[in-house]
């Protein structure tokens, strides 16, 4: 069974990376994530987001900061971020967003609840986040996850982003893993809502 399993993840891999190369209806998303824990309580973060929508590049974001574990069960966090994008003509956007993270486990499922309030120097506009994630461990080494994340965009008083995700999470080595995810993302357009199917790979290094 861990043969077929591995097997599939490798497959998957392959075609995952792959996909930019494609003219198909769909954006692919290449994640990066570099943690160092400074001691059982806190930890730096720093994370880089690529989008590319059928040959080309089209968003960039990159964010750091710290976190600290309050508790079992709640974590606390402060970041830093710039994100620019090829229909802004590349112009770049700094934001900051504190976050509050609860860790929940039953069985062998792991809940995450993440809350996070961006702040946008440039229009002085903020957003909330809430991120529900579900996840199953398979082996010592795979864990499927699945789960929500809404956008409330208070200058437009709504709810304007709404994505559904599945992924597949492998630990490759101790402090590497890889991330191989589909995100069914909706956004609110001119009271129009558009739906983008997405492809993604996230690779995570503890150091």
Known sequence: MRKKIHSMLFISMFLFLLAPVFPQNYVYYSKYSLKH????????????????????????????????????NFKIGFFYAIKSKESENWKIKSYIFPQLTYIKRVGDIEIEDRNRVEYFFSSKDYKYRNRLLFAYQLNKKTELWFGEEVRYFFKDKRIGKNELLLGIKYRIVKKISLDLFYDYKSERENNVWVNTNVFGTKISFLI
Do not use: C, P, Q
């Open 37 to 72: 824990k400074l001691d059982d309580s806190f930890t730096i973060k720093f994370n880089a987001n690529i989008k590319f929508k059928h040959y080309y590049n089209y968003y960039r974001k990159i964010y750091g900061g710290i976190s600290k574990k309050l508790n079992k």
